[in-house]
């Protein structure tokens, strides 16, 4: 790991990164506060669009964490090419006619329109971040972050536990139905 | 299909990134797609209502 030292705690692309990790987690964030203030249930296909923005969000967490590095940039893209498929499927799923689509929209567009377009966003960010990137190499594990990549960090893995603990409680520890309605563990 | 299961993998991967242990999360990121993919296999092979 020696040969990929830098000495510099901060830079511009561990920054970006940062910023990348807290874009997921207000996207997670505002997926919950959704889901509790107006009691809509995510669907399979919609939590696993969560699964695959946790997945992007690692990729970033991994860049904050140790410095960019191309196979960090990888997963990311995977990730986000996963989350594209389960939210484009979902969007073809309700657009046959008469189809007033899975739960309610925001700003005009469904969760998993939006979610689609997130994960396009998130591909080009990668794109552009992996051309300016120039070191492309990782920092020493004795560089840490600063005080706001860490409390990022911090968030991102609440959001995580979170969604850990919402789903055990809507699912419980198995499949959830297609269109669920209320919380398995919290059924009378 | 453990619905959760892929989010627990998903934490393990997080806390594992977060405390520097980048080879064990990347494992445990690893664990994750695959589970996602299989998850997506069993639900989304249902036939469209739409043709393309």
């Known amino acids: 790991m020696n040969a990929y030292k830098t000495s510099a705690a901060f830079t511009w692309p561990r920054f970006l990164n940062t910023l990348g990790l807290a874009g997921i987690s207000a996207t997670l964030l505002f997926a919950f506060v959704w889901q509790f203030m107006f009691n809509e249930l995510p669907c399979p296909l919609c939590l696993l669009q969560r699964v695959a923005l946790v997945m992007v969000g690692i990729g970033f967490l991994l860049n904050v964490r140790f410095g960019s590095a191309p196979s960090h940039y990888g997963l990311i893209i995977l990730s986000a090419l996963g989350g594209a498929v389960a939210a484009g499927r979902q969007t073809l799923l309700h657009m046959a006619p008469n189809d007033m689509g899975y739960g309610s929209p925001f700003l005009g567009l469904h969760f998993y329109t939006w979610a689609f377009i997130v994960f396009v966003l998130v591909i080009a960010a990668c794109a552009v971040l992996l051309v300016i990137d120039r070191a492309q190499s990782m920092l020493s594990n004795s560089a840490m972050p600063n005080l706001f990549a860490r409390l990022v960090m911090w968030l991102f893995v609440l959001l995580v536990i979170g969604n850990v603990v919402s789903t055990a409680v809507e699912c419980g520890f198995g499949a959830c139905p297609d269109n669920p309605t209320q919380y398995l563990w919290l059924k009378h | ?52």
Do not use: E, Q
């Open chain 2, 1 to 52: 299909m453990i619905m959760v299961l892929p989010f627990v993998t998903g934490a393990i991967a997080a806390w594992l990134g977060m405390r520097g242990k980048r080879s064990a999360c990347l494992f445990a990121w690893f664990i994750t797609f695959v589970i996602f993919i299989a998850w997506c296999a069993y639900h989304m092979t249902d036939p469209l209502t739409l043709s393309l």
